[in-house]
């Protein structure tokens, strides 16, 4: 027999706790990080072209004084070791520093110094 009153009512609805935010939600802020990250991989690559140019631009500037100062160098050099050639040479009678020592007028000493 039931009890006095009835029974206790059966309680059949689902009781499930809140899952977090709806797909359309999670879709929707996946697409706003995607889009700010595509947005600052833009802004860096022009940020990276415009130092690129700039650095080509200062090698382009760079390149008389650089060539001035190499020359510059190989004078310096060429006339110490023309030196150095009179100061060992100087007891030899009829040595000419800086002559060449073959008596071929084709062969030609190398006159320039070219730097890489």
Not at 29 to 47: D, I, S
Not at 83 to 96: F, L, T, Y
Not at 106 to 114: F, G, K, L, P, Q
């Amino acid at each position: 027999m039931p009890p006095p009153g009835g029974f206790e009512a059966v309680r059949y609805k689902r009781n499930l706790p809140f899952r977090g935010p709806s797909g359309l939600v999670i879709l929707g802020g996946v697409t706003a990080v995607c889009a700010y990250g595509f947005y600052r991989v833009g802004k860096g690559n022009l940020e990276k072209r415009e130092l690129q140019r700039e650095k080509v631009w200062s090698r382009i500037h760079l390149v008389p004084l650089l060539l001035a100062e190499g020359d510059r160098d190989a004078y310096r050099r060429q006339q110490a070791s023309l030196a150095r050639e009179r100061e060992i040479m100087k007891d030899v009678p009829g040595w000419e520093a800086g002559k060449s020592v073959y008596n071929n007028p084709n062969h030609r000493s190398a006159e320039t110094i070219v730097v890489i």
